[in-house]
C-alpha cells in the first residue's frame, strides 16, 4: 500500500459534505425548476449558475453549481464538468463498470472494494481515506496523485471505465477522489485539477459537492 499523507499535505482541504436524503422535487431556493441536464456536451457547454438534475445519469442525481461551471460529459455512467477546460481540471461523478489492471493497464473486473485498490494501486499515492457522507450516503475520501514510474498509457493512469468514458490522471494532477456506498453500486466522485492550481480548484468545488445527493 502506497501512503502519501506526509507528502501531499492536504490537511487544510477536508472536504464538508452536506447531510441531505438525495433527488428531491427538481426546485432552487427562488423556487424556479431545475434545470435537467441530459445531452453530452461537445465542446463543453456552459451552464447558468442553479440547481440541476441529471435523470439519465444512473443512479440519478442533484446538485447546485455557480459561476463558471461547463458540461464536458453527461451520459448514463459519467457526467464531466469543468471549469477550464476537460484536459486542465475535472469534478467528474462516475458510475464505474470496471478498473484497469495496474500490472497489464487493460480492463479489469470491477473489485469488490474500490477503495483498498485504490489505495493499493502501484500507480497511485494516496493519503489514507477517511469517512465521509454525500448525501445520506456513507463514503470515503482519499487524496491522490500519479506516483513516480507508473505505468502511463498516451502520458496518463488510467484507473476507472464507465460506459464509453474512462478516468484517468496525469503526472502533474493531484485529485481528490470520493468512493459513495450506493445500494446499485460504488459511485465515484473525482476531482482533478494541475497541482498548481488544485487548491483554488477544490474550494470552488467543496460547494458543489456539498450539495450533491443521489436517489435510489
Not at 422535487?25 to 440541476?52: F, K, M, Q
Request: charged share 15%; proline share 10%.
Amino acid at each position: 500500500m502506497r501512503s502519501a499523507a506526509g507528502i501531499l499535505a492536504l490537511a487544510a482541504l477536508t472536504l464538508v459534505v452536506a447531510c441531505d436524503s438525495g433527488p428531491k422535487a427538481p426546485s432552487t431556493t427562488t423556487g424556479s425548476p431545475a434545470i435537467r441536464l441530459e445531452v453530452p456536451a461537445s465542446p463543453p457547454e456552459a451552464l447558468a449558475p442553479g440547481t440541476y438534475i441529471t435523470t439519465n445519469f444512473q443512479p440519478p442525481a442533484s446538485f447546485r453549481l455557480g459561476d463558471g461551471w461547463s458540461a464536458a460529459v453527461v451520459d448514463t455512467a459519467a457526467i464531466a464538468l469543468v471549469r477550464e477546460t476537460p484536459d486542465s481540471d475535472c469534478l467528474c461523478i462516475v458510475r464505474p463498470d470496471g478498473v484497469f489492471d495496474p500490472v497489464g493497464a487493460g480492463p479489469a473486473e470491477l473489485p469488490a472494494d474500490l477503495t483498498v485498490w485504490l489505495q493499493e494501486h502501484p500507480g497511485l499515492e494516496t493519503t489514507n481515506p477517511s469517512s465521509v457522507q454525500v448525501g445520506n450516503r456513507a463514503a470515503r475520501q482519499m487524496e491522490a496523485r500519479v506516483a513516480a514510474g507508473a505505468t502511463l498509457i498516451n502520458g496518463r493512469l488510467p484507473l476507472f471505465t464507465a460506459g464509453d468514458q474512462d478516468y484517468a490522471m496525469s503526472p502533474g494532477d493531484r485529485g481528490h477522489i470520493i468512493v459513495i456506498d450506493h445500494p446499485t453500486g460504488p459511485v465515484v466522485v473525482a476531482v482533478r485539477a494541475p497541482a498548481d492550481s488544485f487548491g483554488d480548484y477544490f474550494r470552488a468545488v467543496e460547494t458543489m459537492v456539498g450539495s450533491l445527493g443521489f436517489s435510489d
